[in-house]
């Protein structure tokens, strides 16, 4: 079975600061996907970026940054100088190996990480 | 530049009452499905398809029904609300195409309130 957890239920920092979200993962599969996903205030979901378990390097996105470590199964998300736009519940979620079966296709997700940015 | 549609965006129910939400894509994905997000559980799948005809369970699926009639067409049923389905409804879709795992395109969520 998959899981995911973020450790972090609720963070608050001040504007400006940088601040790293926790993801940790469980998986069977030697090929899955990674995801982040955030939603605002206003409840709409948003994709933030994919990763495969195949792609270790690490990804830089303006503000935002990846790290994945397969060796501690963790997939951490930095915001690097904080916004009050950036205010929001972050998800992050796994998906198993295509190959695998239609019951690969779910994304399963952590139960979130609500993060205050404030001004 | 639809994506994927949900209504209604709100609806109240009285304990017992059946209905249905619907959801459409227009992006030909094969795969759709639904989630509950409720606060502290993050999002629980409740059912999916893999293609017009062919649904599954997800984590929660006691208290509903799904049909995959077409590829663009996807709605959850309530058969009779309780005030545990009190939540808020995503219906979401991705490609299907291989070893291609893409990311899952959501709709805008149903708040559901059963009374």
């Known amino acids: 079975a998959q899981k995911v957890t973020q450790a972090q239920t609720e963070i608050s920092v001040v504007e400006k600061e940088d601040v790293t979200l926790d993801c940790v993962y469980e998986t069977r599969d030697t090929t899955y996907y990674l995801f982040w996903y955030k939603q605002p205030p206003s409840g709409e979901l948003v994709f933030l970026i994919r990763r495969n378990s195949f792609d270790e390097q690490n990804e830089i996105s303006g503000r935002y940054s990846w790290n994945f470590q397969k060796s501690t199964s963790s997939f951490n998300f930095t915001i690097t100088a904080s916004q009050v736009v950036d205010s929001a519940v972050y998800f992050c979620?796994?998906?198993?190996?295509?190959?695998?079966?239609?019951?690969?296709?779910?994304?399963?997700f952590g139960k979130g990480t609500k993060l205050s940015v404030i001004p | 530049n639809a994506g994927v549609t949900q209504t209604p965006k709100f609806q109240v129910l009285k304990t017992g009452q059946s209905m249905t939400l619907q959801c459409a894509q227009d992006?030909?994905?094969?795969?759709m499905s639904w989630y509950r997000q409720d606060p502290g559980m993050g999002l629980r799948l409740i059912h999916y398809?893999?293609?017009?005809?062919?649904?599954d369970q997800g984590e929660v699926p006691n208290g509903y029904n799904v049909s995959r009639s077409t590829t663009e067409d996807f709605p959850l049923r309530l058969l009779s609300a309780a005030p545990s389905q009190t939540s808020v409804y995503f219906c979401?879709?991705?490609?299907?195409?291989?070893?291609?795992?893409?990311?899952?395109?959501f709709g805008e969520g149903s708040r559901l309130t059963v009374l």
């Open positions: 979620a796994l998906s198993g190996d295509p190959y695998s079966g239609a019951g690969s296709y779910q994304l399963t």
């Open positions: 992006m030909n994905h094969e795969y």
């Open positions: 979401a879709s991705r490609v299907k195409r291989g070893g291609f795992t893409g990311e899952l395109f």
């Open positions: 398809s893999v293609g017009a005809g062919i649904t």
